[in-house]
């Protein structure tokens, strides 16, 4: 049955800080070497943006390297699209939708024997997605979780390991609910017992319903920035569809926030990263690759300006401080992993049928 998606995640933007630095220009360069030999050009999502990130690489290499952020698989093709062939050196990608680009003709082919496959989780390498034929076309970066995120002074914590309490009265007209479909129907389906791989027509009543009851009582439904800032100011006191890019980075300066994954289990999302099949410069955007994959890029990668999550190469832990690792919850992964699930990657027919049970929710 052919699948199709819709971009997936929408990537989290974690403060108002960071929401102005990333909004101030459609393409962030990063300091560089006055005179770098070698330019790169990255289409990224805004995590790669950080200068942090970045610099250490240029410097290695005399290279400037040109980052172009975007949100949405759509855009990044459409981007693409207008673009001359040669433009893009490097693209990051929405893990489930790696395929896309492969069949597009977009990615080149990378050599396996290049990567540290061996250190990625191994639930996360997501062969499935980044590879096809045998061959590999990109490799997981960096991961993370659609779950709850709360203010634990203000909730109890224990309630928060029943999703059960998200479609209940206890906190009404406390709660936020990320306003992007698919998370929050994943997690809807998980709280009725349902993997997000079988989700069908056939479980849409049920769904809908706990989306009606969802938004009863809940005081708002909000894009990424709104409704982090709700929670931030203590307008709201849960925002379901959070996780550590919420707190993240915030954890130094509101410890009161945090997230957890109930016991019915959580959506996962990864980002994965690849080279352009058309770029000039091959062997410098595969060095470039290798090192965001690398232990101190991964480390770079995951406590970035723009937002926090889990780099994919279990030696970055290596290069993480105790408390960074504490708001990445480093030690729960491999019980995390266990209990989550990937988006649902609905057919067309269905995905319609998800956005009009959205819709239907959001006009109640």
């Not at 933007?13 to 990063?30: F, G, P, Y």
């Amino acid at each position: 049955m052919s699948k199709t998606t819709t971009g997936a995640i929408l990537r989290p933007l974690l403060s108002t800080a960071a929401a102005v630095s990333i909004t101030m220009s459609s393409l962030a360069i990063a300091p560089a070497p006055a005179f770098a030999t070698e330019e790169l050009n990255a289409l990224v999502w805004c995590d790669h943006t950080d200068p942090a990130l970045i610099e250490p690489f240029e410097k290695a290499n005399d290279v400037k390297v040109n980052l172009k952020d975007y949100e949405g698989t759509g855009t990044a093709l459409s981007l693409i699209e207008q673009s001359q062939p040669g433009d893009w050196d490097v693209l990051v990608i929405d893990g489930v939708d790696v395929h896309r680009a492969v069949d597009m003709n977009l990615l080149a082919e990378l050599p396996a024997d290049a990567l540290p496959t061996a250190d990625i989780f191994p639930e996360v390498r997501m062969e499935a997605n980044n590879m096809k034929d045998g061959k590999t076309y990109a490799v997981t970066e960096k991961f993370g979780y659609n779950t709850i995120s709360y203010d634990k002074t203000k909730v109890d914590p224990k309630d928060m390991q029943d999703m059960s309490v998200l479609w209940s009265d206890k906190y009404k007209g406390r709660i936020a609910l990320y306003d992007y479909y698919l998370p929050i129907i994943g997690l809807v389906g998980l709280g009725l017992g349902k993997k997000t791989a079988d989700l069908s027509d056939a479980d849409l009543p049920a769904i809908a319903e706990k989306l009606k009851q969802m938004k009863a009582v809940s005081k708002q439904v909000s894009d990424v920035v709104s409704s982090q800032t709700a929670l931030a100011t203590g307008e709201v006191d849960i925002l379901v569809g959070g996780g550590e890019w919420i707190t993240g980075v915030l954890s130094g300066e509101k410890p009161n926030l945090d997230w957890t994954i109930p016991e019915q289990g959580a959506v996962r999302w990864a980002q994965s990263i690849g080279v352009m099949k058309d770029s000039k410069k091959q062997d410098l955007a595969l060095k470039f690759v290798q090192y965001i994959l690398s232990p101190e890029g991964q480390a770079r990668l995951a406590t970035s300006s723009c937002y926090w999550a889990m780099p994919a190469n279990s030696k970055a832990g290596e290069h993480l401080t105790d408390a960074q690792k504490a708001a990445l919850r480093w030690d729960q992964q491999p019980e995390y992993l266990k209990k989550t699930q990937l988006y649902p990657i609905p057919s067309s027919e269905l995905d319609k049928k998800f956005q009009d049970a959205w819709t239907e929710m959001l006009q109640q």
